[in-house]
């Protein structure tokens, strides 16, 4: 056991709470470095934390909150990025222009992949099992096939830099973002661009809303609402958002902007594509990431030491939770209900705990938080009479004992129920 894990562990610290509450804070994990990346992987049940500060990646066990061991990447490791095919971590170092990867069954280093000009965006596509990486200083995104872990090809997007990539399943096309002030768009069957769209400053944050499958970009003055395709833009709603999260249920997207005295969070319906309303808050948001289970929008700030969650349901903050200095990044484990903040300025991580059931209607069903399945494979396996209901709480499956097929729903968070409403398990469709 290294000396870095060993002091992990002495500095691991439980904080226990009242059940009672929603959100509360349960652990405060101790990592030695001061950590800006943090990524859940579901198959290992881990999570990694990262920090362009060190030279390690922090593995921490999910389930457990204890440290399992450290790896070395090399100067600043930055961004990571899940292929779930395989259980690999691609993680970005961006200092000696190359991407580590890590085998996430044994937590050890597989190889390294060479990535010029600083390489920081990631995309990982499970379909087609390739990995897309963006530079920062050249404009160029390599396309990898993430079985062999080999370079595809390069494809030059812009004259400077890339700035985010999202993977779009429904259509198998790459999004980018760029500072010419355009997306680009990339076919992943041919790794070609086949549409260019002109935003109208800074292009930034992309993300994709499960409930109507469109892309969104938020700009500076504006967010674009592209067709899953990528050959036209859907809206172009004036909202001046640089971070973006898209909440499927109740079909929103809550986007802010980093400016000092610009601290709202705005709202946009997705239906009607007009922003209803602002969010008073008092953090600088730098992230945000969505609980589908809980419904619940978690932003945090960099120059801030709270996270404020939101309730989409009534767009208000329902509490601003005291955390460690300067949290940075956030990721959301969907098996336990955790949502991990890495708090950039003091070296910890904190994890938060979410008691939570779901509604059918305005009635509330008990959630048996003992157990979730994964379907893989498009195929729930079932003992008893039931139903499969979505977010919602719309019934969109019958179950029957043993086998049941479900290969027209799409990947995420449902919830299968047995007739006589005795149990209630948390149903994940995988990719």
């Not at 470095?33 to 990694?48: C, D, E, M, Q």
Request: charged share 20%; proline share 5%.
């Amino acid at each position: 056991m290294t000396r870095l894990v060993q002091a992990i562990l002495v500095g691991l610290a439980i904080l226990t709470a009242g059940i009672g509450r929603a959100q509360y804070l349960e652990a405060t994990i101790r990592v030695n470095f001061r950590p800006n990346g943090i990524l859940w992987t579901p198959t290992s049940n881990k999570v990694y934390v990262s920090s362009a500060y060190d030279e390690n990646v922090v593995i921490l066990d999910a389930a457990t909150l204890q440290p399992r061991t450290a790896l070395e990447m090399g100067d600043q490791p930055n961004s990571m990025c899940w292929n779930s095919v395989n259980n690999k971590l691609y993680v970005a170092t961006c200092d000696n222009n190359r991407v580590v990867v890590v085998d996430c069954y044994g937590d050890s280093v597989i190889t390294t992949l060479r990535v010029p000009g600083a390489p920081v965006p990631m995309a990982y596509n499970s379909t087609l099992n390739k990995l897309y990486v963006g530079a920062t200083e050249n404009g160029y995104v390599s396309v990898f096939d993430a079985q062999t872990d080999t370079l595809l090809r390069r494809i030059h997007v812009d004259n400077s830099h890339v700035r985010a990539l999202l993977w779009h399943p429904s259509t198998n096309r790459v999004f980018c973002t760029t500072p010419s002030d355009s997306v680009k768009v990339i076919d992943c069957v041919s790794d070609v661009i086949v549409s260019t769209l002109v935003a109208a400053a800074e292009a930034w944050e992309l993300t994709r809303n499960q409930a109507n499958g469109l892309v969104y970009v938020a700009c500076r003055n504006e967010v674009l609402a592209l067709a899953p395709s990528g050959d036209s833009a859907v809206a172009v709603i004036p909202a001046r958002m640089y971070y973006a999260c898209a909440v499927p249920y109740p079909n929103k997207l809550y986007g802010g902007n980093p400016v000092i005295g610009e601290d709202d969070i705005y709202v946009l319906d997705c239906a009607s594509h007009t922003v209803t309303d602002s969010i008073a808050c008092r953090i600088w948001q730098l992230q945000m990431v969505c609980d589908t289970v809980g419904d619940r929008v978690y932003a945090v700030g960099f120059q801030d030491s709270v996270v404020a969650v939101i309730d989409p349901r009534v767009d208000s903050v329902v509490v601003e939770m005291p955390l460690g200095r300067n949290p940075s990044a956030l990721t959301w484990d969907w098996l336990d209900n955790r949502v991990f903040v890495a708090n950039g300025m003091d070296t910890t991580v904190s994890v938060i705990r979410t008691n939570v059931g779901i509604y059918e209607g305005s009635r509330p069903v008990a959630l048996d938080r003992g157990w979730t399945i994964a379907v893989r494979n498009g195929v729930l396996e079932w003992r008893a009479q039931g139903q499969l209901l979505d977010l919602s709480g719309r019934v969109v499956t019958r179950l029957r004992p043993g086998s049941n097929q479900l290969p027209d729903h799409a990947p995420g968070v449902y919830f299968a129920r047995r007739a006589d409403e005795s149990r209630v398990i948390k149903v994940v469709v995988m990719q």
